[in-house]
Nanobody, 120 residues
Framework: QVQVAESGGASVQAGGSRWLVCAAS????????MSWYRQVPGKEREFVSS???????RYADSVAGRFTVSLQHGKTMMTLTMNNLNPEDTAMYYC??????????????WGQGTQVTVSP
């Protein structure tokens, strides 16, 4: 059973930094891609960043150059390092895990989210 959990959300001042962590259990023997999305009330969830099983990293234009994604612990933990935060980064941040091989079926799993609030 794959489970996904985010942590690290907090209130920060504009210009500051923050680290978000996504821990995925049950994926040790799976090929899987991990992504960050964010959502504000009244808007659709939007893509932030991802790192594929082969290490390919992608970023939304709005965060490129400020955010960095990385994997640790045998690809079971993903960290999003956010620098130079601005109020437009305020959102609930969600982790998504897509399994697509190995001993796991093709499926998508979401965490419950962690709130980041950036004040001017």
């Amino acid at each position: 059973q794959v489970q996904v959990a985010e942590s690290g959300g907090a209130s920060v001042q504009a210009g500051g930094s923050r680290w978000l962590v996504c821990a995925a259990s049950g994926v040790t023997n799976c090929r899987h891609d991990m992504s960050w999305y964010r959502q504000v009330p009244g808007k659709e969830r939007e893509f932030v960043s991802s790192i594929d099983d082969d290490g390919t990293m992608r970023y939304a234009d709005s965060v490129a150059g400020r955010f960095t994604v990385s994997l640790q612990h045998g690809k079971t933990m993903m960290t999003l390092t956010m620098n130079n935060l601005n109020p437009e980064d305020t959102a609930m941040y969600y982790c998504k895990v897509d399994t697509h091989g190995g001993t796991c079926e093709k499926a998508t799993y979401w965490g419950q989210g962690t709130q980041v609030t950036v004040s001017p």
